[in-house]
C-alpha cells in the first residue's frame, strides 16, 4: 500500500439517547428517538498511524450524563495501538467531547485550527453559552502542549500527510476542521460535526450548536462530498451499516470502506 493510502477505523466509545428535536434548530415534526453515539477515528498504513479526536473520560461522562461504552485506552489497545507511539493527532475542534482524555497521547503532536485555539482562550469565553461546549482542563491541557511545542497550527486547508487534507469549515465550532481522507477506493470525508447526521446534510438543517458568525457548514462538506467517495457524519448509530466490524471488533471499532460510505 502507498504512503498516501489508508484504511479508516471509527472506535464507538460512548452514546446519548435523546429524540430528533434534539438534534435540530428548531426542532423536528416527527421527534422519534436519533440517538447520538460518539467516536473516535483512527486513520494508519504501514507508514504512520493517526488518531482524530480524543474524546471524553468516565469523569467527562459523568459530568455531562452521557453512556461511557467503553474506556478509549482499552479500545485502541484492542485496535494494537500503542498510545505513546501515536506521534499526531488531529483535533477537529475542542468541545469536551472531542479533546478529553489529557495524557493519552503523551509524545503526539496535536494538529489544530488557528482560529479554535483563539476562539476557545479568547473572549467568547467569558459568556456561558459560548463556553457550555468547552472544558476548562481541556482548553489548559491544549495551552500546555502549546508551550511545550507539541501543537502544529493549521490556517484555512492544508495538507500535513500525504493523502490527508485539514480543510476549515467553522460553523459548530469557530474552528472546525474535516478532514478528507485518500483510501484504496477513493476519497473519504470525515465531517466531523460539520454534520452529526446524516439527515443534517440530506435536508441543510443545522444542530442546535452553532455559532452565528460561521455558518459555513453543512454546505462546506457538501462540497467535499463532490470530490470524495463519501462522507460519514461524526454522529450517527446508522454508521454501523456502513461499515465492517474486524476480529477484534469486541473493542468497539469498526472499519470504514469508502465505496460504501454515504
Not at 9 to 20: G, K, M, Q
Not at 159 to 182: C, D, M, N, T, Y
Request: overall charge positive.
Amino acid at each position: 500500500m502507498a504512503d498516501d493510502i489508508y484504511e479508516v477505523f471509527a472506535i464507538t466509545y460512548a452514546r446519548h439517547d435523546r429524540n430528533a428535536a434534539a438534534n435540530f434548530i428548531g426542532g423536528d415534526p416527527h421527534d422519534g428517538p436519533m440517538p447520538l453515539n460518539y467516536y473516535v477515528w483512527v486513520i494508519r498504513n504501514a507508514a504512520r498511524t493517526i488518531v482524530v479526536d480524543t474524546g471524553f473520560d468516565r469523569r467527562g461522562a459523568e459530568k455531562r450524563g452521557r453512556e461511557l461504552l467503553r474506556p478509549l485506552p482499552e479500545a485502541l489497545e484492542a485496535l494494537g495501538i500503542d498510545q505513546a507511539s501515536v506521534a499526531d493527532v488531529v483535533i477537529t475542534h475542542m468541545h469536551y467531547d472531542h479533546c478529553g482524555n489529557d495524557g493519552l497521547f503523551p509524545n503526539a503532536r496535536f494538529h489544530l485550527q488557528d482560529a479554535e485555539i483563539a476562539f476557545a482562550t479568547g473572549r467568547c469565553m467569558c459568556h456561558e453559552q459560548m463556553r457550555h461546549a468547552y472544558e476548562l482542563d481541556d482548553v489548559l491541557a491544549m495551552v500546555r502542549r502549546v508551550f511545550h511545542g507539541r501543537v502544529c497550527f493549521h490556517q484555512g486547508t492544508s495538507e500535513p500527510f500525504p493523502g490527508i487534507e485539514l480543510h476549515h469549515v467553522g460553523g459548530h465550532a469557530r474552528g472546525l476542521q474535516s478532514l478528507r481522507v485518500k483510501t484504496g477506493r477513493g476519497f473519504v470525508c470525515l465531517a466531523s460535526d460539520a454534520a452529526h447526521h446524516y439527515a443534517h446534510l440530506e435536508t441543510r438543517r443545522v444542530f442546535p450548536t452553532c455559532l452565528r458568525a460561521t455558518t459555513r457548514s453543512p454546505a462546506s462538506p457538501a462540497r467535499l462530498l463532490t470530490s470524495c467517495r463519501g462522507t460519514i457524519p461524526w454522529w450517527p448509530a446508522s454508521i454501523l451499516r456502513h461499515c465492517r466490524v474486524p476480529r477484534h471488533g469486541s473493542c468497539g471499532s469498526m472499519r470504514v470502506p469508502s465505496a460504501q460510505a454515504r
